[in-house]
């Protein structure tokens, strides 16, 4: 009975689960000791190494969280509400180093649904379809598949598509002013706020971009990148390394000859935080580097080395600037 539930909670957090077998997974996870639910969970995290490693508080948060929302679904639908807007059904969550996973219950509720990612977190989704969906940090996703001839979803920040195919249901994302249309596929959206410019990182399959301000749509290939400016509404496609694309989803922070002051807005959204930097004659600078799961420190460090800079932390604020001997 274990290695069943086993593989019912392993294809709940990475797979689309059928109604029954959705159904047979609460029911069984109503019943278990505490001590098997843990089990449970440390052999589902631990076999998928895509996800850091889980210590003991991470372990309590999640048995916490899932056996609040499965143990009283009903009792506690209301207090999901604000993840939605006015939908009355109830929702599966659970929380952990920032990984959150989503999945539908018998609910026939088709009403746009909002995931927000504050900064220096990320999140991990099933959509209703079966795709699969990673957002960055500082990112969020409404997805709405009320029209039964679309899928649709729209995106501010960064998020790893993994697509299920349907050719009688086309899968749009609207990234600003600009429309990503896929059937079957894998590919990478960055856009944040700050930034003026919509890159889209093709892995396999095709996807076809478009959007009021471009002359025709364009389709990639895999191991293309487009980037479409959104002040002069002109768009290039070129070749790109996919592990670079996506080294965030490895938690691996990664920038290639970029301005100092674009790698300052990714350290914020990476970490959580603020920075000023008060040296504006390097913001301009072009860095390259990688981080792998270091602490902020380590990274503030690098950037003294490499400007001979001075920094302080405060909370979540950092300070960067001119160093005085």
């Given at each position: 009975?274990?290695?069943?539930?086993n593989?019912?909670?392993?294809?709940?957090?990475?797979?689309?689960?059928?109604?029954?077998?959705?159904?047979?997974?609460?029911?069984?996870?109503?019943?278990?000791?505490d001590?098997d639910?843990?089990?449970v969970?440390?052999?589902?995290w631990?076999?998928?190494?895509?996800?850091?490693?889980?210590?003991?508080?991470?372990?309590?948060?999640?048995?916490?969280?899932?056996?609040?929302?499965?143990?009283?679904?009903?009792k506690r639908?209301?207090?999901?509400?604000?993840?939605?807007?006015g939908?009355?059904?109830s929702?599966?969550?659970?929380?952990?180093?920032?990984?959150?996973?989503?999945?539908?219950?018998?609910t026939?509720?088709?009403?746009?649904?909002v995931?927000?990612?504050?900064?220096?977190?990320?999140?991990?989704?099933?959509?209703?379809?079966?795709?699969a969906?990673?957002?960055?940090s500082?990112?969020?996703?409404?997805?709405?598949?009320?029209?039964?001839g679309?899928?649709?979803?729209?995106?501010?920040?960064?998020a790893?598509?993994?697509?299920?195919?349907?050719?009688?249901?086309?899968?749009?994302?609207?990234?600003?002013?600009?429309?990503?249309?896929?059937?079957?596929?894998?590919?990478?959206?960055?856009?944040?706020?700050?930034?003026?410019?919509?890159?889209?990182?093709?892995?396999?399959?095709?996807?076809?971009?478009y959007?009021?301000?471009?002359?025709?749509?364009?389709?990639?290939?895999?191991s293309?990148?487009?980037?479409?400016?959104?002040?002069?509404?002109?768009?290039?496609?070129?070749?790109?390394?996919?592990?670079?694309?996506?080294?965030?989803?490895?938690?691996?922070?990664v920038?290639?000859?970029?301005?100092?002051?674009?790698?300052?807005?990714?350290?914020?959204?990476?970490?959580?935080?603020?920075?000023?930097?008060?040296?504006?004659?390097?913001?301009?600078?072009?860095?390259?580097?990688?981080?792998?799961?270091?602490?902020?420190?380590?990274?503030?460090?690098?950037?003294?080395?490499?400007?001979?800079?001075?920094?302080?932390?405060?909370?979540?604020?950092?300070?960067?600037?001119?160093?005085?001997?």
């Amino acid at each position: 009975m274990n290695n069943f539930i086993n593989s019912l909670y392993f294809r709940f957090l990475f797979r689309k689960l059928s109604l029954d077998e959705f159904r047979e997974l609460k029911h069984n996870l109503n019943k278990m000791p505490d001590k098997d639910l843990k089990d449970v969970m440390e052999t589902a995290w631990n076999e998928n190494h895509s996800l850091p490693l889980m210590n003991q508080q991470a372990k309590t948060q999640v048995k916490q969280n899932l056996s609040f929302y499965i143990g009283d679904e009903i009792k506690r639908t209301r207090q999901l509400l604000w993840l939605k807007r006015g939908v009355a059904a109830s929702v599966i969550l659970l929380v952990s180093l920032g990984v959150w996973q989503f999945a539908y219950n018998d609910t026939p509720d088709r009403s746009p649904f909002v995931v927000e990612v504050k900064s220096g977190d990320k999140a991990q989704l099933i959509l209703p379809d079966g795709s699969a969906v990673k957002l960055n940090s500082a990112s969020s996703l409404v997805y709405d598949f009320s029209d039964p001839g679309k899928r649709n979803v729209i995106l501010t920040g960064e998020a790893f598509f993994e697509v299920m195919k349907d050719k009688s249901k086309p899968f749009i994302v609207q990234v600003g002013e600009l429309n990503i249309e896929v059937l079957g596929t894998s590919f990478n959206v960055s856009s944040y706020g700050e930034d003026s410019f919509i890159e889209t990182s093709l892995l396999e399959g095709s996807i076809k971009l478009y959007g009021k301000n471009l002359p025709h749509a364009y389709q990639l290939k895999p191991s293309q990148k487009a980037i479409y400016n959104t002040k002069t509404k002109t768009i290039q496609i070129g070749s790109t390394n996919n592990e670079y694309e996506t080294a965030w989803m490895q938690d691996r922070l990664v920038f290639e000859s970029e301005p100092l002051e674009r790698v300052i807005d990714k350290i914020e959204r990476w970490y959580g935080i603020t920075i000023d930097l008060q040296c504006p004659e390097i913001a301009r600078d072009k860095i390259s580097g990688s981080f792998n799961g270091e602490q902020l420190t380590y990274v503030l460090e690098a950037l003294k080395i490499q400007y001979n800079v001075d920094y302080s932390i405060r909370g979540d604020d950092v300070v960067i600037k001119k160093y005085k001997p």
